[in-house]
């Protein structure tokens, strides 16, 4: 296959096993910051897929909960094939996000309601799910162990 200019593009979806994280890419901006792109891949590619409503609601809770364990997040954002988000961190190493990530999910199975869940702050305030947020965090949490292992 020709190599296309978006990294998870050029990643054959047939071959990853999830739940994992990975590092989909890293870059160094001109002042030598460093910017790492993360892959938290949820579901199995093409075999699940989470739901909006908890798609949404995970993007709410990571958002707000990982910037309490790190000055280092730019960006959670949802991959539109609703397997998985993507984390932009300003540094950092691998070990260092695995914690943060598996501190901020905890935070999730502890949240008694997803910020930000309401007209004012947020464009559909009303797609979301606590309880399936909490279901697929306590699922990737389950799988630890296994995070690092990305190929089948």
């Given at each position: 296959m020709?190599?296309?200019?978006?990294?998870?593009?050029?990643?054959?979806?047939?071959?990853?096993?999830?739940?994992?994280?990975?590092?989909?890419d890293t870059?160094?901006?001109?002042?030598g910051d460093?910017?790492?792109?993360?892959?938290?891949?949820f579901?199995?590619?093409n075999?699940?897929?989470?739901?909006?409503?908890?798609?949404?609601?995970?993007?709410?809770?990571?958002?707000?909960?990982?910037?309490?364990?790190?000055?280092?997040?730019v960006?959670?954002?949802?991959?539109?094939?609703?397997?998985?988000?993507?984390?932009?961190?300003?540094?950092?190493?691998?070990?260092?996000f695995?914690?943060?990530?598996?501190?901020?999910?905890a935070?999730?199975?502890?949240?008694?309601?997803?910020?930000?869940?309401?007209?004012?702050?947020c464009?559909?305030?009303?797609?979301?799910?606590?309880?399936?947020?909490q279901?697929?965090?306590?699922?990737?949490?389950?799988?630890?162990?296994?995070?690092?292992?990305?190929?089948?």
């Amino acid at each position: 296959m020709e190599k296309m200019n978006v990294e998870s593009f050029n990643l054959d979806h047939r071959t990853v096993a999830a739940p994992y994280v990975r590092v989909a890419d890293t870059k160094e901006l001109p002042g030598g910051d460093v910017l790492v792109k993360y892959d938290v891949r949820f579901c199995q590619p093409n075999a699940d897929h989470l739901e909006m409503p908890v798609v949404h609601s995970l993007e709410h809770l990571m958002a707000e909960h990982m910037r309490s364990h790190t000055d280092a997040v730019v960006d959670i954002s949802p991959m539109g094939c609703q397997t998985g988000f993507y984390a932009l961190l300003a540094g950092g190493t691998y070990e260092e996000f695995l914690d943060t990530l598996e501190a901020t999910l905890a935070d999730v199975l502890e949240a008694t309601e997803v910020p930000a869940a309401n007209e004012v702050q947020c464009g559909w305030g009303a797609s979301h799910s606590l309880e399936g947020a909490q279901r697929a965090a306590a699922e990737f949490l389950a799988h630890r162990a296994e995070w690092t292992q990305v190929l089948a």
